[in-house]
């Protein structure tokens, strides 16, 4: 009888602790910092954490935008109270230009962009309307230098200064 109920009581532990484990606060994290060019805070940069492993043949991405004094906070989106824990490329940008393609559409990176810009009439300028204020090598997951690692809670002072 006392074997049953250690095995029952054993049994409701592991269901606790797995249902904690599962969709808790304490499984995700937010991330902020500031980010500078030369040292100079960075206002308007478009600040993108992707995620380094894929689930389902694509990987995540949390994004945010700095403020005047450079500062960004990324956080979760939907029921999830944060990013999932782990290792994230971090791409950087400022884009500034023609007030119909200001900014990238979501999810483009700069090659696409080019590829949009390619496909404009002629002579439009388009081409030459936007531009990056900040160097191309932060601009894609492929070219960054720039990563960082989450872990649950809150993950401050995660600043990057591009040179």
């Keep these: 009888m006392f074997v049953w109920r250690s095995l029952v009581a054993a049994i409701g532990c592991y269901v606790v602790v797995a249902a904690m484990g599962c969709g808790g606060t304490g499984n995700f994290g937010t991330v902020t910092g500031i980010v500078t060019h030369k040292g100079t805070p960075v206002d308007g940069a478009k600040v993108e954490f992707h995620g380094t492993t894929q689930e389902a043949g694509r990987s995540d991405i949390f994004a945010t935008q700095t403020d005047s004094s ?94």
């Design 70 to 163: 450079g500062k960004y906070f990324i956080a979760g989106i939907g029921d999830r109270a944060g990013i999932p824990p782990g290792m994230y490329k971090v791409v950087i940008t400022k884009y500034e230009g023609n007030m119909a393609m200001n900014a990238p559409a979501e999810g483009m990176d700069p090659g696409q962009m080019e590829a949009q810009m390619s496909d404009m009439a002629p002579g439009t300028g388009a081409a030459k309307a936007i531009k990056n204020h900040l160097p191309d090598e932060y601009a894609s997951p492929a070219t960054t230098k720039l990563s960082s690692t989450v872990q649950s809670g809150k993950n401050e002072n995660v600043n990057f200064d591009i040179p």
